[in-house]
């Protein structure tokens, strides 16, 4: 289903799409009283901005040098073309040791390359170790959202999910005792798992360490419990140096959920002793967004999805509308870069406001970008040939001022005298919306009657 489609569906339970929207805004408003208390928020944005920048334009090095330095401290980096190689290098590190089960920490690299299933096919068991993932992985579901992976679902359809996978008490929707269950389900995992692998949030070129946040410390429960720790990272993880870390922790939990700083900011630079770490480095089309100047800033994303929780289209949407790994409007960027025809409908999920742009801690030119793709789209033809000829009937009417003016003319009267015409479920404004009564006369003509002879 494309996005208006699958919104569509999302919208026929308004009573959820409501507290969707709500709760999304609520956590939006966390973010800017967070914001608000650093007199220097701007500074930090600018700054962090610029060190992205700098990054971008200095990947291969900083690249390289994280690779020696890691490989340095003991860990064995792998580097990943694209999905299929990422999942085919994760499976291999698995087979080598014999272990067919293994705990995951939240990572939407592994979402984007559908590890999951491509470990299930070949006999490994993964379990997301994050709550929200869990959830949603028990319902056969994905992320909706890539912070808060099930925000599309209340405690009670909770409650139905741990009932009927994990023996809870029916139509006990406490989140405490749901929680709790919760606890001890995946404990017990933690303890047997011999495998954990997590995502990177940040990796440092000049010391070839990476931090992983977590508000739920499972990223390190896992880390520290298992003989293997697989990290996997989409290349544009890198930042420059350890000290840069100061400004991007600070800028990626108040801009994802509000909160000063990330419950465990977990910093790994080498295996324990006995452990075997491994870094795999994934491509899988950024360097391609590298080469699109319109588009490369968006690889400064440090997924935070507050562009999200403040998109009015994502809020009134829900995030699987997006038929993509990330969801929203950065989503909506990355995604027609892997593939143009497939997520042909992203760009034009947006009302262009530019609230995403505004809170993005990096300053990403988001709403910029989705326009740019619109244009991009349009002429690659893969607009549907309903837009494509809408719109050069526009591009007609709008040259051609006799054709413009009796078209509003002959537009107003079928309006007022069969409005059946215009409003009906064709037309897809009037589904959601009121429409305006006819004007007697259009603008012009008020003009020439009002102005025109004073
Ligand atoms: S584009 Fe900006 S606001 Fe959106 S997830 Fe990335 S960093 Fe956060």
Redesign the pocket.
């Known amino acids: 289903m494309e996005h208006a489609e699958a919104a569509a569906v999302f919208n026929r339970d308004s009573e959820r799409t409501t507290w969707h929207d709500e709760t999304l805004w609520w956590v939006r408003q966390k973010r800017d009283k967070a914001a608000h208390q650093i007199p220097a928020w701007e500074q930090l944005r600018e700054t962090a901005s610029a060190i992205k920048q700098n990054v971008l334009s200095n990947l291969h090095d900083y690249l390289v040098s994280f690779e020696y330095q890691a490989t340095r401290n003991g860990v064995k980096i792998h580097w990943a073309a694209d999905a299929g190689e990422h999942n085919r290098i994760v499976l291999s590190i698995l087979q080598e040791n014999g272990i067919t089960a293994l705990s995951k920490s939240k990572s939407m690299l592994t979402e984007e390359c559908h590890m999951n299933e491509f470990l299930g096919r070949n006999g490994i068991d993964v379990i997301d170790t994050d709550l929200g993932e869990r959830i949603v992985q028990l319902r056969k579901e994905p992320p909706s959202h890539?912070v808060m992976p099930a925000i599309h679902l209340k405690k009670e359809d909770v409650s139905d999910t741990f009932h009927n996978h994990l023996g809870t008490e029916k139509g006990n929707n406490d989140p405490q005792y749901l929680t709790e269950v919760a606890r001890h389900h995946l404990r017990e995992k933690f303890l047997e798992r011999k495998l954990a692998l997590t995502g990177v949030n940040f990796a440092v070129a000049e010391t070839g360490e990476f931090v992983v946040c977590t508000n739920e410390g499972n990223a390190d429960m896992g880390a520290h419990l298992a003989d293997v720790h697989i990290a996997c990272m989409g290349l544009e993880k890198m930042i420059p140096k350890r000290e840069h870390l100061g400004v991007f922790l600070r800028l990626l939990a108040r801009?994802a959920t509000g909160q000063p700083i990330t419950t465990y900011s977990s910093h790994f630079r080498k295996p324990r002793p006995g452990q075997q770490m491994h870094i795999v480095i994934v491509d899988n089309g950024r360097s391609t967004q590298l080469g699109r100047s319109d588009f490369r800033n968006?690889l400064?994303?440090?997924?935070?999805?507050?562009?999200?929780n403040t998109c009015p289209v994502y809020r009134r949407s829900g995030g699987h509308s997006y038929h993509n790994a990330v969801a929203?409007?950065?989503g909506s960027i990355l995604a027609p870069n892997l593939d143009m025809e497939k997520f042909a409908d992203l760009p034009f999920a947006s009302t262009l406001c530019g609230s995403?742009s505004n809170?993005?801690?990096?300053k990403?030119d988001?709403h910029d970008q989705l326009y740019k793709w619109r244009q991009v789209l349009v002429k690659s033809g893969h607009a549907p040939a309903a837009k494509k000829i809408g719109m050069k009937a526009m591009s007609f009417t709008f040259s051609h001022p006799a054709v413009y003016r009796s078209g509003g003319s002959i537009g107003r009267k079928l309006m007022k005298a069969l409005p059946f015409v215009v409003n009906n479920g064709l037309n897809p404004w009037f589904k959601q919306r009121e429409m305006p009564e006819p004007p007697e006369e259009s603008f012009r003509e008020w003009y020439i009657r009002n102005r025109k002879k004073k």
């Open positions: 890539i801009s968006s400064k994303c440090i997924r935070c999805a507050a562009c999200m929203g409007p950065i995403c809170v993005c801690p990096v990403i988001i």
